[in-house]
């Protein structure tokens, strides 16, 4: 099972001007690959304080946001702070920018499409990182050392991790799988639900329950979460199933008053 | 001005089943106090992971979730684990426990207000803490050694903010003021826009200038912010007027294609 992190950065997110949606979009995708997000951390474009969120890590990480061409687009300094290099001009990069700059003068988007100082500034990768292929804005994806550096707006971070998928695969090591099953538990109290999710944690210690307590409604219907995570698919939903199974017996008792 | 760190705990978070929301509204509140939110963690119900953030963090630190009646509601342990502090029955939370059950079942909204082990459990807190009042739900927040943390449920995670917020107050120490203003800048090229940010952050250190790119659309109108902070109100708003007038002078410059 392999670990990986999120380092989100923007100052938008820091001061709650702008929902770290994308961090649920990456962890939903990495734990469907089997991959454990071990942590989310949403820093300001703040290039020590990204350094460090990325050499304290234990883990692939993956940021998001600060790769495009203001100022305060600092993320690709904090990685090189953080692996001990510098910004390089990237020729490849270089090339990418100014093609996709000539793409949109010439679809009328932009006035010129010349290679200004802001927009070669996001040519200027970490040493010795690789280009990530950006199909739908203008900021390449980086590659480099245990870190993918994806943009920040959210239809060009999903474009760039599947662009950046084959290396993040080869990362992660053997493919997982992950098998789940929602349950509804017929209880809206989840201080009654309790001793039916812990009997069947204990019995299979494998498998993650839990309930999604979203809003406080005592006269609700909370659903249920179980989760398994093994080397095959068919062992992931047989033990999901097994534990299915043993979750309706423990609520068939809660039910009737008998847990 | 005050540093906060935000911890939100949740197995739903770290997989992307649920979007923390809750982290954007509590910096959203903290940013209007003036206090700077300097990071959010996000991380499993693991009390290893939470007390590794918290005893990490060099400021005041909210936490959100993992206050409930289940066995994977351990928020609590790892704050006692990061202040090397036991959990200990706490006669008020009992007291509150108890009473807000015995309101539910009256209401009949639960099938008994026993006060059962996983409803106790709640009432368990870090040795030397404070109770903070829940009006929605049926856990307490608590307020102990510079930690405040509070449920996972939106509506009660509000309320219980709320109930801390002059506690949160007096950490955060003297109150200072946040000016903003949104200027809409003419042009959706980010890279155009880079000089004209460039001079008015050159001309006002104090003063930050941020354009928020949240869809690639070189065609759009870009919206810039302009934030300030001062010890009084008129000072934070003094000073983004004089940020705000230059940048129009310099969006002027870059429209006439001077720049």
Chains 1, 2 share one sequence.
């Not at 990986?4 to 961090?23: C, F, K």
């Not at 989310?40 to 460090?52: C, E, G, K, R």
């Not at 280009?131 to 943009?151: E, I, K, S, W, Y």
Request: hydrophobic share 50%; glycine share 8%.
């Amino acid at each position: 099972m392999s670990r990986v992190e999120i380092v989100a950065i923007g100052r938008e997110l820091v001061t709650g001007v702008v929902a770290d949606t994308n961090s649920a979009w990456l962890a939903a995708q990495l734990t469907a690959l089997g991959a454990t997000v071990a942590r989310i951390v949403v820093v300001d474009d703040d290039p020590a304080a990204i350094a460090h969120e990325i050499r304290a890590a234990r883990a692939l990480v993956i940021t998001t946001g600060g790769l495009g061409p203001t100022l305060d687009d600092r993320t690709l300094a904090g990685i090189a702070a953080a692996r001990g290099t510098r910004l390089v001009e990237h020729p490849a990069a270089v090339a990418f920018v100014a093609r996709r700059y000539a793409e949109l003068a010439a679809a009328g988007l932009v006035a010129d499409g010349a290679l200004t100082p802001p927009r070669r500034k996001m040519a200027r990768l970490p040493e010795g990182a690789e280009l990530v292929d950006n199909p739908v804005g203008t900021a390449p994806g980086v590659f480099v050392d245990g870190v993918v550096a994806l943009p920040g707006v959210p239809e060009e971070m999903r474009a760039v991790f599947a662009a950046a998928l084959p290396r993040i695969r080869a990362c992660l090591g053997p493919e997982t799988y992950v098998a789940e099953r929602d349950v509804q538990s017929g209880s809206g109290d989840e201080s009654v639900l309790a001793t039916a999710l812990e009997h069947v944690t204990d019995a299979f210690p494998d498998v993650h329950v839990k309930s999604f307590a979203t809003t406080f409604a005592p006269d609700c219907d909370l659903r249920i979460r179980i989760t398994a995570r093994a080397g095959d698919r068919d062992a992931a939903e047989a033990l999901v199933a097994r534990a299915a199974a043993r979750l309706e017996v423990e609520l068939a008792r809660v039910r009737s008053g008998k847990a």
